[in-house]
């Protein structure tokens, strides 16, 4: 699940956990019913809500702190 949340790609998955991509997406597919997740979306913010798994913002950096705007 907190490679989904990650934005992980299928492929990307499978090489991570030494499984194929097709079982990633059946894996996926039924995490999805389970959690009735009607998308992606819906099925990260489930896992997120529930604390399934972390929830990360990938476009928050700490290099903006500290600096003064004008």
Same mark, same amino acid.
């Given at each position: ?10 492929? &990307?998955?499978?090489?991570? $956990? ?14 999805? &019913? ?5 998308? $992606? ?8 809500? $529930?604390? $399934? ?11 903006? &702190? ?5």
């Amino acid at each position: 699940m907190r490679c989904v949340v990650a934005g992980m790609l299928n492929k &990307q998955i499978g090489l991570k $956990l030494g499984i194929s991509e097709i079982t990633v997406k059946a894996h996926r597919g039924k995490m999805m &019913q389970k959690m009735k997740a009607e998308s $992606l979306a819906d099925l990260v913010k489930t896992a997120v809500r $529930l604390g $399934l798994a972390p929830a990360k913002n990938p476009w928050h950096t700490t290099e903006r &702190q500290g600096k003064e705007t004008s």
